[in-house]
């Protein structure tokens, strides 16, 4: 337990002290606040031909959910750069090496690292429900689906952060897996087939939560949903507990 708290003190004064990875728990509310705000601004049809204006008007149900959109792409692109750097950072300055000879297990310093980044995301979850317009329960559950891809994301990036070792490996390995999961939901939305790809990530799963609170129902029931997601951090915090005793294992 001790080790935790001094992973967690360590890793909450480094976040603050580095700004590149601050901002990115703050741009992508402001950026959804803003996007929100044009999104549902009525139009002034005046002077529009009647079908255009009918045209643009049918097709504006079928618009991406801009809140949706960007918490994927806070929790699939940014938050994953962001734990994959801070976990890279620490290998390049030995500090995981010294970690694991003291005797600090896997599960223990992952639940300091991540212990920060739900604090901190916590605060980022709970601005998009509330740009979203969710309120009551319906907050508390999708903030909940929110800190379940905070978890995927954070397990996921630690994993690629040990298994490259630097930061500029981590950087090419994380590129293309935070498109599939930042950019992915927004695609599905378009494309049933890569909507029916990526039901098993669970990015696309925090889209179909917001479905089902927006519209009152959906194919998919919550508890899936939330199984899905679990499932997968569960999975990818097998993968870290195997790659950082493989990797740093003291024998």
């Known amino acids: 337990m001790k080790s935790v708290k001094a992973i967690f003190k360590k890793q909450l004064k480094d976040i603050i002290k580095n700004p590149a990875v601050l901002i990115q728990f703050i741009i992508y509310p402001l950026i959804t606040f803003a996007m929100n705000a044009i999104m549902v601004t009525e139009f002034d049809f005046e002077g529009v031909p009647e079908d255009i ?9 079928n618009m991406p959910n801009m809140v949706t959109m960007q918490a994927a792409i806070f929790a699939g692109m940014g938050l994953l750069t962001a734990i994959s750097g801070i976990i890279s950072e620490d290998m390049e300055k030995k500090s995981l090496r010294f970690l694991a000879m003291a005797g600090v297990k896997p599960m223990s310093y992952l639940i300091g690292v991540s212990g920060v980044m739900f604090l901190v995301s916590f ?102 949903s939330f199984g899905i997601m679990w499932a997968n951090v569960a999975v990818l915090g097998l993968l870290f507990v195997l790659v950082f005793k493989k990797k740093w294992s003291v024998n």
Request: aromatic share 10%.
């Open 123 to 224: 605060f980022t979850s709970s601005a998009f429900s509330l740009i979203g317009g969710f309120s009551g329960t319906d907050f508390w559950i999708f903030t909940a689906a929110m800190m379940s891809v905070v978890a995927g994301s954070t397990v996921l990036g630690a994993t690629f952060g040990i298994l490259m070792g630097n930061q500029q490996a981590t950087a090419g390995l994380v590129l293309p897996a935070s498109v599939i999961l930042g950019f992915g939901p927004m695609m599905a939305q378009f494309n049933e087939n890569i909507a029916r790809v990526l039901h098993i990530t669970y990015t696309q799963q925090l889209n179909i939560v917001a479905d089902y609170l927006t519209h009152g129902g959906a194919d998919t029931p919550l508890w899936h």
């Open 53 to 61: 204006a009918e045209m643009i008007l049918a097709s504006m149900p």
